[in-house]
């Protein structure tokens, strides 16, 4: 199993532009989790869906939008970059809530300038 | 509100020795799971222990045993035997989803 993966590794972005996070879990999780990193800090909660088609905002949620069409894909859209938003996007995913173990994707490097 | 803090932004131990790293938390939740997750250098975040709060015992996996104190909401993090290949970056988490600031791990050899 690949388990979660995403994509790019790396992005840099202008101020204003947009762009899409992709993450994919073949795990059939139920929980999927984006979360930021920035330097020398723990994770950040952006968004969170408990399932196809639901929805709802973790701790950071500002200047992001998320969509679960599919159980297995969860992207993260940032609609206009800010150089706030530079930073490491990590993916998970959980198979019921959250006091399950979480299983990472490998990261996002993002740069906005 | 649900805090974990880690009060050892940087820590060092010998190859073979033991270390241990603290993390101390508030919640109101009355049950609830502890997680340790490390991070080497390529940045994946990697699962290395989990405690159920409902458990009394210590959860033990290999290497690495939590001494888990509820009453004193702490949650630490002992690495025996340490290894080259531990050196990272430790991060304690409760539910939900809330991480310290982490500690720094440096192993000599």
């Known amino acids: 199993n690949a388990g979660v993966t995403q994509t790019p590794k790396f992005r840099i972005l202008k101020i204003g532009q947009s762009m899409t996070l992709q993450c994919t879990q073949d795990?059939?999780?139920?929980?999927m989790y984006w979360y930021r990193q920035d330097p020398g800090m723990g994770l950040k909660l952006i968004y969170y869906?408990?399932?196809?088609?639901?929805?709802d905002k973790g701790e950071v949620p500002n200047g992001y939008n998320v969509s679960r069409s599919t159980t297995e894909d969860f992207p993260l859209r940032l609609e206009l970059a800010a150089p706030s938003q530079t930073s490491v996007y990590f993916c998970?995913?959980?198979?019921?809530?959250?006091?399950?173990?979480?299983?990472f994707g490998p990261g996002t490097r993002l740069t906005v300038l | 509100a649900q805090t974990v803090t880690q009060s050892q932004p940087e820590m060092s131990v010998q190859e073979a020795e033991t270390v241990t790293l603290s993390c101390t938390y508030d919640?109101?939740?009355?049950?609830?799971?502890l997680f340790w997750y490390k991070q080497p250098p390529s940045r994946q975040m990697i699962l290395v222990i989990r405690?159920?709060?409902?458990?009394?015992q210590n959860a033990t996996e290999n290497r690495f045993s939590v001494n888990f104190q509820k009453a004193a909401k702490s949650f630490s993090l002992k690495i025996s035997d340490s290894q080259l290949g531990d050196a990272a970056m430790y991060f304690c988490?409760?539910?939900?989803?809330?991480f310290g600031a982490g500690t720094r791990l440096t192993v000599k050899p």
């Open positions: 998970a995913s959980s198979l019921r809530d959250p006091l399950n173990t979480q299983y």
């Open positions: 795990m059939n999780h139920n929980y």
């Open positions: 869906s408990v399932g196809a088609g639901i929805t």
């Open positions: 919640t109101s939740e009355s049950d609830y799971y």
């Open positions: 405690q159920e709060a409902y458990k009394q």
């Open positions: 988490a409760s539910i939900i989803l809330r």
